[in-house]
């Protein structure tokens, strides 16, 4: 099953811009006019309508003035503002650096009790060891182009998040793809740390660990993106250009669907530790 990975924020959009135009219209003005009265191109009214450009809190207010509607202004601003939230661009995320973005989410994971993770290309950041952390974020610092690499230090800071699966009261269920045990990050010595590690973690109590493996059959619909759950109520999808935040129940729903699916592929317990000593092998 495939899930649209920023379908909450587009939605939200589309809700607004259907209602933006219905005003529109309910007022009696063609695309042209309503640009007119708000003193800007009529590209601009059309690229709002289609979803395709967000309108700011000043457009709305604007608009619903152009259509006799002010009291529909507050509504709309907060549903627009909820809708482009859910929808966070990563250079926003990593401006003040990598090592206080993983400082930002340690409070939210102290208040979550179960976590679910689904990762297609590397070690879930919950298992990563504190050398391959650094190598994952040295990539992004790069790939980013990042006035200031604090990659070491935000892989301390990462680990120190992680301490919290040898607590008890939580519970979480990993999944792996196979591929992501032989995918290099960093040198030989620090996959071979990574993986021991796999190991010993994947024997936590607290910890569900499955590996789908690279045979895997009915691939077809799966999700191919990496996500978290927290709890019910709330989804982190990860993408190249932005981290999404699925609120909706009937798309988290999805999701917990889509785990549930991709957990009845994976092996656990000897079958997972078999593939994981395989990729340590490979290593030699």
Not at 128 to 135: F, I, R, S
Not at 136 to 164: C, H, K, T, Y
Not at 199 to 225: D, F, K
Request: glycine share 6%; aromatic share 6%.
């Amino acid at each position: 099953m495939s899930v649209s990975p920023s379908s909450s924020a587009q939605a939200g959009r589309e809700a607004v811009a259907r209602r933006l135009r219905d005003l529109r219209k309910g007022a009696g003005l063609t695309v042209i006019e309503l640009a007119d009265r708000c003193g800007w191109h009529h590209a601009k009214t059309s690229r709002v309508e289609n979803a395709r450009t967000a309108p700011s809190t000043k457009d709305i207010r604007l608009w619903c003035r152009a259509c006799q509607a002010d009291d529909e202004a507050e509504d709309l601003i907060a549903q627009s503002l909820h809708a482009e939230s859910l929808y966070t661009e990563w250079r926003h995320q990593v401006r003040n650096g990598l090592k206080q973005l993983q400082n930002r989410s340690a409070q939210f994971f102290r208040q979550t009790t179960l976590f679910r993770v689904y990762s297609s290309t590397l070690i879930p950041g919950l298992l990563q060891t504190e050398g391959y952390a650094a190598a994952v974020l040295r990539r992004v610092a790069e790939f980013r182009g990042l006035p200031f690499d604090d990659s070491a230090e935000a892989a301390q800071a990462r680990v120190e998040r992680s301490r919290i699966i040898h607590e008890p009261g939580r519970r979480f269920v990993l999944l792996i793809e196979e591929a992501a045990l032989h995918y290099r990050i960093g040198d030989a010595d620090t996959m071979a740390g990574q993986l021991g590690y796999l190991l010993t973690a994947g024997a936590l109590p607290t910890v569900s660990l499955g590996i789908i493996p690279m045979a895997a059959h009915n691939r077809v619909q799966s999700p191919r993106e990496t996500f978290h759950v927290y709890d019910d109520s709330l989804v982190s999808v990860e993408l190249v250009s932005a981290r999404v935040r699925v609120t909706q129940p009937s798309e988290i729903a999805l999701y917990l669907k889509a785990f549930e699916r991709l957990r009845s592929m994976a092996v656990y317990g000897a079958e997972a530790r078999t593939l994981i000593l395989k990729a340590l092998e490979a290593l030699r």
